[in-house]
Every structure is written in C-alpha cells, then in structure tokens.
C-alpha cells in the first residue's frame, strides 16, 4: 500500500481517521479554553499550564492498571464510550463556579481515559490495514495531528474571544460527540483481539512480556526518551521569544508534517532502516544552534529541520510491530503512546526547571545534547536485526503468554 488513495479507499480506514481528527481538535480546542479559565481564576500560570498538559502524568497510571483493556474491548464501543467520557468531561469543565481541585479531578481523569484510547485506537489501526500500510496510514494520522492542532488553536483563539472559554469548552464537548457518533455509526463491530478479561493483574502481566524482549525494550526507549527530551525544547519557545512563539510552534508541526509526509509516502521500504538512524539523530542536532540565540530565521529554520526528525517514530512503530504478537498489538501501542505522552511531560518539567537556573537557551542546548546521548547509546542495538532476533523476540512475548495463560486467540467479526 504506498498511495493516499488506496489508504482511504481501505473498509473503515476514513471513519478512524475522522474520529481521530475530531478528537484531536476537541482536545485542542478545549485544552486551550480550560487554560484560560484556570489562568483568568488564578493569576498562575503554572495551575494554567497544568489544567493543559497536566493529563499526560496519568498515564503513567493507565499504562500500568488499564491497557490490557485496549485488546479485550470491542473496538468500536471502547472508542465510542471513551469519546463519550472525554465529552462528558469536557462539559463538567464548564460548569461555573467548578472548585480547582474538581477541574484537575475531571482532568486527571480524562487523561486516564486517553492512556486506553491511544491503545484501542493503534490497535484498530493496525487491525485494519495489512502490514504493509501501516506505516502510511499511522504517518496520516500524524499528519492529522499536528493539522488539527495548528487549526485547534486557531479555532480555539477565535472561539474563546467570540463565546468565552466556558462556550469554548461546550464547543470542545460538542466535537467529542461528533467523534462518538462517527466511532458508533462509521466502524464495524468488531470482536476483541485477545480473550479474557482485562485487569490490573492482566495489564502488568502483557507489559512484562513485553518488556521481556530486550529488542522491544530498546524500541521503547528509542520512541520515548529522546522525544520526550526534545519536547522539553519545544516548551521553551515562549520563554525563548514571546514574541514569536506561535511562529516556532507553527513551523515545528509544519516540519513534522513534511516528515511524516515523506516517510510515510514516498521514501521506499529499502530505505527506511537506512535512514533511521540519521532521523533520530535529525531530532535533536539542530536544536544545538540555540546555545548561540541565532537570528529568528536560523532558529525557524532549525526547529523545521529538527521536527523532521520526528518521523523516525514512524519507522520505530513499524518495527515494534513487526517482533510484537497481534494479539498483543493494542496494549503494545498503547504503552508507547502513554510513555511517548508520559515522556514529554517529564521532558517539559526538567526542561523548565534548567531554564529556571540557566536560560531557555541554554536549557534547549542541554536538552538537544541529552536526547543525542540517549540516542546514541541506544544506536548498536537498533541496527538492523537479524531474522533470528526477530522471530525471538515474538516468540518472547508469546511464550510468556503460554506460561502464565492464554493470551487469547484471534476471533473473526461479529
């Protein structure tokens, strides 16, 4: 599968992607609005900025108690009653005179809601397409995110100053429900990947077997400790320059886009793993300028080039999934969306607090150098592996199913 056409033209590829998309820009939209509230009710800037991103600590939590739902749920009910959730939630948010420890109750548990949906969401994805387009469509999904962001914010902008941030979060809700809507009525139901039920107990168990693989556990590291510390460079922009933060914000999803762009379309298969390497690389060099306060157009050209290097992500997944069971694919999904989510919150608080003691620039060069040193050091055991590793890998997973009880097999639809 290598065009854009033959991608949505695949049986409930589109519908995903509208969920996805709707659910992305509802979460911008009203991550933006419910910022504002806290900051107009506060004067913090701190409550503000954690009332936005606050939510990716909690799946932590989720990764560890709940993932081993993502593959025992149907798909499409698990994906419309958790559209339903952040809905329900998103509302609750506008209720007036909402006590701060409830907006950050509701927040905390909406973001452990979404520590499941990342899972449910990539394990469909990876359910419905064949091996072979994976990558193109996860690269689209992507594209979509850093789109709906930028138009999120725009959105989210406009609608804050036209029906103020409570209308704006009702708004936010309303997007949510378009999302459960399509989820219900645009997907097919579909039996769970795997039987039994899922647990806490389940969960810790298919996260061991996971992490039992020492080629997956470095694929883990790879996807999210220089991610998350390269993020911590992106949280500094408006400390860097307030002025023309939103500019640097822009151009980092538009270098991302380009990336997913070309990696998920138009680079042949031979040579990805040719250039996985130099793309994790790519993420975090450019970022190195920084310690010398270049000139706006050096640094807008730096953060472009350096957000290209996000889509060795794309080709890290796609080998993830290659030495991972399919009925383990969903939880497998799922813990490297929480821990990439995860990541970024840790890498935006140190990120912060090297700042606090140096300066944002200097704070962005560390950070660049920490994720170059990670990725470097995680290098020898990334290269290609051999058919052995692979099949080794796979049957770690599957054997530690076999020994503490079945997996489940794979079922036909219902």
């Keep these: 599968m290598r065009t ?42 701190m409550l503000s ?67 499941l949906g990342g899972g449910v969401r990539f394990g469909l994805l990876n359910e419905i397409l064949p091996r072979d387009g994976y990558l193109l469509g996860r690269s689209v999904l992507s594209m979509s995110v850093g789109v709906q962001q930028i138009v999120g914010f725009v959105a989210g902008g406009v ?22 809507a399509v989820a219900r009525w645009g997907l097919t139901a579909r039996a769970p990947r795997a039987q039994g039920r899922p647990s806490p107990a389940e969960t810790w168990r298919i996260n061991r077997a996971l992490w039992s693989s020492g080629l997956r556990r470095r694929l883990y590291l790879a996807l999210w400790v220089p991610n998350g510390l390269i993020v911590g460079c992106e949280s500094l922009y408006v400390a860097y320059d307030s002025r023309h933060a939103g500019l640097l914000f822009g151009c980092a999803a538009a270098g991302m886009l380009a ?19 130099p793309l994790r690389l790519l993420l975090a060099v450019p970022y190195l300028v920084f310690l010398l306060h270049p000139a706006l157009p050096v640094a807008v050209a730096a953060v ?47 990120a912060g607090a090297v700042a606090q003691f140096t300066s944002p620039a200097a704070a962005m060069g560390v950070m660049a150098v920490a994720s170059v040193v990670v990725t470097l050091a995680l290098a020898p055991g990334l290269r290609a592996g051999t058919a052995t590793e692979v099949r080794s890998a796979t049957v770690t997973g599957a054997g530690a199913s076999r020994r503490t009880g079945p997996l489940g097999t794979r079922r036909g639809r219902e």
Excluded at 168 to 176: R, V
């Design 49 to 115: 900025a954690l009332s936005m991103f606050g939510s990716s600590f909690a799946q932590v939590f989720g990764a560890t108690v709940l993932l081993s739902a993502a593959d025992r749920l149907p798909p499409r009910a698990a994906m419309t009653a958790l559209a339903l959730v952040h809905c329900a939630g998103t509302a609750a948010l506008a209720v007036p005179g909402l006590p701060l420890w409830a907006v950050f109750a509701v927040v905390l548990g909406m973001g452990l809601a979404a520590s």
């Design 259 to 277: 990336g997913d762009t070309l990696m998920g379309r138009f680079v042949p298969k031979r040579w990805r793993e040719r250039l996985s390497a």
């Design 4 to 45: 854009y056409g033959e991608l949505f033209r695949t049986p409930e590829f589109t519908p995903l992607f509208t969920v996805a998309s709707a659910q992305v820009a509802a979460s911008t939209v009203s991550g933006l609005a419910l910022g504002t509230l806290v900051y107009g009710a506060t004067g913090s800037p």
């Design 159 to 180: 609608l804050v100053t036209a029906l103020s941030p409570r209308g704006t979060l009702i708004a936010g809700a309303g997007l949510y429900l378009v999302a459960a």
């Design 304 to 350: 472009v080039l350096a957000s290209a290097g996000y889509s060795a992500s794309l080709l890290l997944q796609e080998r993830l999934m290659s030495v991972t069971p399919e009925e383990m694919s969903g939880q497998a999904l799922g813990l490297q969306s929480s821990g990439v989510l995860t990541m970024q919150g840790v890498g935006a608080a140190i």
